[in-house]
């Protein structure tokens, strides 16, 4: 395939989608490709352009323009060529009135995500604007002239619905033009959208970002079969779906006894870095294998889970995902037991390589702290992980550098992108142990653990734990303060005074 057309050589939707999907992560020299398309005002046919590029260190994306030479008509879109996250995605950002730099900045709106101003009750669904890489300025002005298009029609059908339209118009104008203050809210399924921080690596007071697992309804809206373990499915029909495609004589293990198990399980599903952490610790006893569906490509697929014990730590539960058909892996620690009742606070002084090497737990309520870097991310950033406290800063600055991936591109401050550079500068420096740095987890439910240089954790003076108050606050923001086990307390007393009679007896 030629790798410059000209106008006039017009390809067909088909060549093009085999094209586009057959280019490689490695292949940055990609074409463009031109087909006719209808024109949608007009009815005649128009040229869309596609062109397959990537942002650097953020995500490979698909960009299209339509052009009709017959009315003039021209349209651009972006299209995230990649993989969806594996999470959800929601920004909240504040912008204040008079605060230009506010509107100025850039956001990238994927063809799934939700716009919302509550003051304003004004949502932008998916299906009106679609992906789009922009600033809040744009993304607000794009809305005005949406609404605007049809007016003086419906001035001539409903006189009053098109003067409450304009009153709404004044008020959305005002908001472009940042004379009143007002909140965004980008809600993404996919994880694909993004609003810049311009404090970044540091946290912006007037931006919060958090991440959620989909719902059955967002699994579907994105074009994957929901997960049959997650609540809301309908589990029997699923199951009937899942025996239908499976052979009849093939019978699907409930689960296997033993430690070889184990290994055999997370070996399959995890990094050796992960294996190697985990089994330096208990063996599991017992790992259950039960079916799923991929997140992948929505093909049947098994998760195995199993139950083990950390010393100085707590129960932890390991599940790990493995699809034959796609090769797609993923795996997951979630904490065991009853919740704590006090928060915990780790920090950790890392001074030579062995510091480097210590075995760490994330867990997904956790946030994290480099003092010497200025560097603060909230709970929930990352997800749960076991690593090292190397692999821990490594990710951060791979996840920073994909998040923020346009922010060293032309458009960008020369004073900004020196601060970016003279943070990755300092991040080198303290991988490098040039300097000593403290490592510092805030685990709400204290279910993060860093391992000890010691046998008895007492004898670690690098290493402190601190247990804490956890406020109101957090405590809403885990969902514990409505959280009412007296029902559940009563049985389990009425079960124990049954048993001490019974002993009696």
Not at 389 to 394: N, S
């Amino acid at each position: 395939m030629e790798a410059v057309r000209s106008k006039e050589q017009i390809m067909d939707v088909r060549s093009v989608a085999e094209a586009v999907a057959s280019a490689g992560d490695d292949d940055l020299d990609s074409p463009l490709y031109e087909l006719e398309s209808l024109c949608m005002r007009c009815g005649q046919n128009g040229v869309t352009r596609l062109l397959l590029t990537s942002i650097p260190h953020f995500r490979k994306i698909l960009l299209s323009a339509f052009e009709c030479p017959h009315c003039d008509e021209r349209n651009n879109e972006v299209q995230f060529a990649g993989e969806i996250q594996p999470r959800g995605c929601c920004y909240c950002l504040n912008v204040t009135a008079g605060n230009q730099k506010m509107l100025d900045r850039q956001v990238v709106k994927s063809e799934s995500a939700t716009i919302k101003i509550p003051e304003l009750d004004f949502e932008i669904p998916p299906e009106a604007q679609r992906g789009s890489l922009s600033t809040l300025e744009g993304i607000l002005m794009r809305a005005v002239d949406g609404l605007q298009a049809l007016q003086e029609e419906r001035r001539k059908v409903n006189p009053e619905t098109a003067e409450a339209i304009d009153q709404f118009l004044s008020k959305l104008r005002a908001c472009a033009r940042g004379d009143s203050s007002f909140t965004v809210i980008l809600d993404d399924p996919a994880g694909n959208s993004f609003i810049e921080n311009p404090c970044a690596p540091s946290p912006d007071p007037a931006l919060s970002i958090k991440f959620y697992d989909r719902t059955p309804e967002q699994q579907a809206s994105l074009g994957y079969m929901p997960n049959p373990t997650q609540p809301g499915v309908d589990t029997a029909s699923a199951e009937r779906t899942e025996n239908d495609n499976a052979n009849p004589g093939e019978v699907e293990p409930h689960g296997s006894i033993g430690a070889v198990a184990g290994h055999r399980a997370i070996a399959q599903s995890n990094s050796s870095e992960i294996s190697e952490a985990l089994f330096r610790y208990t063996s599991p006893e017992e790992v259950m294998t039960f079916p799923s569906t991929c997140g992948a490509c929505a093909v049947r697929s098994e998760t195995r889970m199993f139950v083990t014990n950390i010393p100085y730590f707590q129960e932890v539960i390991v599940m790990a995902s493995t699809c034959d058909s796609c090769g797609y892996r993923s795996s997951e620690l979630k904490p065991g037991g009853a919740i704590p009742e006090k928060g915990k606070k780790i920090s950790l002084c890392v001074k030579n390589v062995k510091d480097l090497s210590r075995d760490v737990i994330k867990s997904d309520t956790a946030g994290v702290t480099i003092p010497e870097l200025d560097l603060e991310l909230t709970s929930g950033t990352l997800g749960g992980l076991v690593t090292t406290v190397e692999g821990l800063v490594t990710n951060i600055s791979e996840s920073l550098e994909r998040v923020h991936g346009f922010t060293f591109g032309d458009s960008l401050e020369e004073s900004r992108k020196s601060k970016w550079l003279d943070f990755r500068s300092r991040l080198i420096k303290i991988l490098n142990l040039e300097k000593p740095f403290t490592l510092i987890l805030d685990d709400a439910l204290a279910n993060s653990f860093i391992a000890p240089a010691t046998d008895d954790l007492k004898d670690d003076q690098q290493l402190i734990f601190e247990e804490y108050e956890r406020s109101f606050e957090q405590n809403e923001e885990l969902g514990l303060n409505d959280l009412d086990t007296s029902s559940a307390d009563a049985a389990y007393n009425a079960s124990s005074s049954s048993a001490a009679v019974e002993e009696e007896k």
